[in-house]
C-alpha cells in the first residue's frame, strides 16, 4: 500500500519537474538599434556592461488593487528573476492603490533585488503605487499617465483619526526619506502625496501649497527644477516598455522575460491561509490508510491535501521544487522501513523529519541571494513552524476522535474495510465484537491472500482479517500463526512448512 502511494507520490513530482523545466520564462525578444545610446549600464550590484551584452530584462506586472495575490507574483518574479541572473526589473504598474500592510512587504521584497528596478506607470500608481515606485531606483512614465495621493485611509477609504493619521503620516514620510536618499527630489514629492499640509517648494517656486495633496502627471514629473536642472520625478517618458529599454539599453541590447500571471496567485492566498488545516487532514488521512488494507480513498486524499500545500507556497513564491523533492526522499525512507526493516526507527524517524522538515522549508520565504544564517533563521522559520505545529496539533485531535469513535460506527466497517476488501470473502471490522473476536484467534492458523509487506490480509476459516509482519514479508500463499491482536490487526508469524 505504502508503495503505491510512494509511486504515486514520484509520479506526480517528476510531472511537475517536467513541466517547469519545458515551460521556463518566455523571452519577448530584442532590439539592438535605436533610442539614446550609452556606453555602459550601471545598476546596483551589477556595475558597468560590456557594449555586447544583452542585458536580461524581468517585467513582472502589477495590476488592480495591490493585495496579496500582487504581493505572490512580485515575489515569484523577482525570485526567478535573482535565479536566472536578470540585471533589470521592470515593474508594469497600473493600479489604484491598495493594503498599505502589503505594500510595506512588496517595499520589501523590492529592496532584496540585486539589480536595476524601474517602475513603469502605465496609465496610473496611485496612493500605495506611488509608494511602491518611490522603492525602484527608476520611475518612468507612458504618455497620459498619473502618479500620487497617498495619504493613508481606512480600508474603507474614509480618513483615519487625526491622531493615528499624523502618526502614520510621520511614519510613511520617514520611510520615503529612507529609500529616496540620493533620488533628487523624490523624497520631497512623495512627501507631497503623503501630507496634505506638506509645501513642496524647490527655491522661490511653490509647486504644491499647503492643504492639498500632490497629483503629477507624466509630463509634469518629468520637468526639471533647480541648478543644476533635475526632473521632478520621472526618469523619462515612453510609449511602452519595449521603448522605454531601447532608450536605456539600445547599444547592448535587450531580452525581455515577461512573467506570465494566472488564476493561481488567487488560489494560493486561500490555500496558504488554509495551510494548517490542509497539513493536519492530511496526516489524519495517511495515518488511517497506513491502518487499513489495500490503496484507497484515504491515501489519495492525504497525498492531495499535502500536495495543495505545495502548491499554494510555490505560487506564493516561497518556495521551489526542492521541498518536494525532499519529502520524496523522507516518503521513501519510510517505505523501506516499513517494507525492508521494519522495527528499525531510525529510518522511520528520518523520514518524517524530511517530511515534516520540507513542509517547513515550503513555507519559509527564502531568498536566492540571502544565505540562511542563524541570525535571520528565526524570523524566518517561526510563522512556518508556528503552522506546522497547528497542522499536527490538529492532526493529533483528529486521530483521537477518529479512534474513539469512528471504529465503533457503519462508517468505519463500509467505507473503509468493506471498500479496500471488496472479495467473496467477507473482511473483518474493528467495532468492539470484532475486536474480542480478533483476540479469540491467538494462536489460530491462516493464509496470506493478499501479501503481507509486511502488512495486509489473512484469510481463517473463510474470514478476512487486516494482519501484519513483525519481521520480514510474505507472499500470498503462505502459512501464518497469529501471535497478538490490537484494535486494527493481527500481528502474525510465518510457518515454516
Given amino acids: 500500500m505504502l508503495a503505491r502511494i510512494l509511486h504515486c507520490c514520484l509520479l506526480g513530482l517528476l510531472g511537475v519537474l517536467m513541466t517547469s523545466a519545458a515551460e521556463g520564462p518566455?523571452?519577448?525578444?530584442?532590439?539592438?538599434?535605436?533610442?539614446?545610446?550609452?556606453?555602459?549600464?550601471?545598476?546596483?550590484?551589477?556595475?558597468?556592461?560590456?557594449?555586447?551584452?544583452?542585458?536580461?530584462?524581468?517585467?513582472?506586472?502589477?495590476?488592480?488593487?495591490?493585495?496579496?495575490?500582487?504581493?505572490?507574483?512580485?515575489?515569484?518574479?523577482?525570485?526567478?528573476?535573482?535565479?536566472?541572473?536578470?540585471?533589470?526589473?521592470?515593474?508594469?504598474?497600473?493600479?489604484?492603490?491598495?493594503?498599505?500592510?502589503?505594500?510595506?512587504?512588496?517595499?520589501?521584497?523590492?529592496?532584496?533585488?540585486?539589480?536595476?528596478?524601474?517602475?513603469?506607470?502605465?496609465?496610473?500608481?496611485?496612493?500605495?503605487?506611488?509608494?511602491?515606485?518611490a522603492t525602484t531606483q527608476e520611475i518612468w512614465f507612458a504618455p497620459g499617465s498619473v502618479i500620487g495621493a497617498a495619504a493613508p485611509v481606512t480600508s474603507t477609504g474614509q480618513d483615519i483619526d487625526e491622531t493615528m493619521r499624523l502618526k502614520v503620516v510621520s511614519y510613511l514620510k520617514a520611510r520615503v526619506r529612507a529609500i529616496s536618499e540620493g533620488k533628487g527630489y523624490r523624497g520631497q514629492v512623495i512627501s507631497a502625496m503623503i501630507d496634505k499640509d506638506y509645501e513642496l517648494k524647490i527655491g522661490d517656486l511653490v509647486i504644491k501649497p499647503k492643504g492639498e495633496l500632490l497629483s503629477l502627471t507624466a509630463t509634469e514629473a518629468s520637468k526639471t527644477y533647480g541648478d543644476p536642472p533635475r526632473p521632478l520625478l520621472a526618469a523619462g517618458i515612453a510609449g511602452d516598455i519595449d521603448d522605454l529599454l531601447r532608450q536605456?539599453?539600445?547599444?547592448?541590447?535587450?531580452?525581455?522575460?515577461?512573467?506570465?500571471?494566472?488564476?493561481?496567485?488567487?488560489?494560493?492566498?486561500?490555500?496558504?491561509?488554509?495551510?494548517?488545516?490542509?497539513?493536519?487532514?492530511?496526516?489524519?488521512?495517511?495515518?488511517?490508510?497506513?491502518?487499513?488494507?489495500?490503496?484507497?480513498?484515504?491515501?489519495?486524499?492525504?497525498?492531495a491535501l499535502l500536495a495543495l500545500v505545495f502548491l499554494g507556497h510555490y505560487v506564493a513564491g516561497f518556495s521551489g521544487h526542492e521541498p518536494m523533492i525532499l519529502f520524496a526522499v523522507g516518503l521513501l525512507l519510510l517505505a523501506v522501513e516499513v517494507f525492508f526493516f521494519p522495527g528499525v526507527a531510525v529510518m522511520a524517524m528520518s523520514g518524517v523529519a524530511l517530511m515534516l522538515g520540507s513542509l517547513v522549508w515550503a513555507m519559509a520565504d527564502i531568498w536566492p541571494n540571502e544565505p540562511v544564517t542563524i541570525a535571520v533563521s528565526g524570523d524566518l522559520f517561526l510563522?512556518?513552524?508556528?503552522?506546522?505545529?497547528?497542522?499536527?496539533?490538529?492532526?493529533?485531535?483528529?486521530?483521537?476522535?477518529?479512534?474513539?469513535?469512528?471504529?465503533?460506527?457503519?462508517?468505519?466497517?463500509?467505507?473503509?474495510?468493506?471498500?479496500?476488501?471488496?472479495?467473496?470473502?467477507?473482511?473483518?471490522?474493528?467495532?468492539?465484537?470484532?475486536?474480542?473476536?480478533?483476540?479469540?484467534?491467538?494462536?489460530?492458523?491462516?493464509?496470506?491472500?493478499?501479501?503481507?509487506?509486511?502488512?495486509?490480509?489473512?484469510?481463517i476459516d473463510g474470514?478476512?482479517?487486516?494482519?501484519?509482519?513483525?519481521?520480514?514479508?510474505?507472499?500470498?500463499?503462505?502459512?501464518?500463526?497469529?501471535?497478538?491482536?490490537?484494535?486494527?490487526?493481527?500481528?502474525?508469524?510465518?510457518?515454516?512448512?
Avoid at 31 to 48: F, L
Avoid at 76 to 96: N, S, Y
Wanted: proline fraction near 5%; glycine fraction near 12%.
Fill in 26 to 133: 518566455r523571452a519577448a525578444g530584442s532590439e539592438s538599434a535605436g533610442g539614446n545610446p550609452s556606453s555602459a549600464v550601471e545598476a546596483r550590484g551589477v556595475g558597468h556592461l560590456e557594449p555586447n551584452h544583452k542585458v536580461t530584462v524581468y517585467v513582472v506586472p502589477m495590476r488592480d488593487e495591490i493585495g496579496t495575490p500582487v504581493l505572490y507574483i512580485l515575489r515569484r518574479g523577482l525570485k526567478e528573476a535573482i535565479e536566472r541572473k536578470a540585471e533589470v526589473v521592470v515593474l508594469d504598474l497600473e493600479t489604484p492603490g491598495g493594503a498599505l500592510n502589503v505594500t510595506f512587504e512588496i517595499m520589501k521584497a523590492i529592496e532584496k533585488f540585486p539589480g536595476q528596478t524601474i517602475a513603469y506607470v502605465d496609465k496610473e500608481a496611485m496612493s500605495a503605487g506611488a509608494f511602491v515606485s
Fill in 383 to 459: 510563522a512556518p513552524l508556528i503552522n506546522l505545529g497547528i497542522g499536527l496539533a490538529l492532526a493529533l485531535i483528529l486521530g483521537a476522535l477518529l479512534a474513539r469513535f469512528l471504529p465503533k460506527g457503519w462508517i468505519w466497517d463500509r467505507m473503509v474495510l468493506q471498500a479496500a476488501g471488496a472479495t467473496s470473502a467477507q473482511v473483518a471490522g474493528s467495532s468492539p465484537d470484532a475486536g474480542a473476536a480478533a483476540a479469540s484467534l491467538i494462536g489460530a492458523r491462516g493464509v496470506v491472500v493478499s501479501g503481507l509487506f509486511p502488512s495486509g490480509q489473512i484469510e
Fill in 248 to 303: 536605456k539599453f539600445s547599444v547592448h541590447g535587450y531580452e525581455i522575460v515577461q512573467l506570465e500571471v494566472t488564476w493561481s496567485e488567487q488560489l494560493a492566498v486561500w490555500l496558504n491561509a488554509i495551510a494548517p488545516i490542509l497539513m493536519g487532514l492530511g496526516v489524519v488521512c495517511l495515518i488511517i490508510e497506513f491502518k487499513t488494507p489495500g490503496f484507497g480513498i484515504f491515501g489519495i486524499a492525504g497525498i
Fill in 463 to 497: 474470514r478476512r482479517y487486516q494482519a501484519k509482519l513483525a519481521v520480514g514479508s510474505a507472499p500470498a500463499g503462505t502459512v501464518v500463526v497469529v501471535k497478538r491482536a490490537s484494535d486494527f490487526n493481527l500481528e502474525v508469524e510465518t510457518i515454516r512448512t
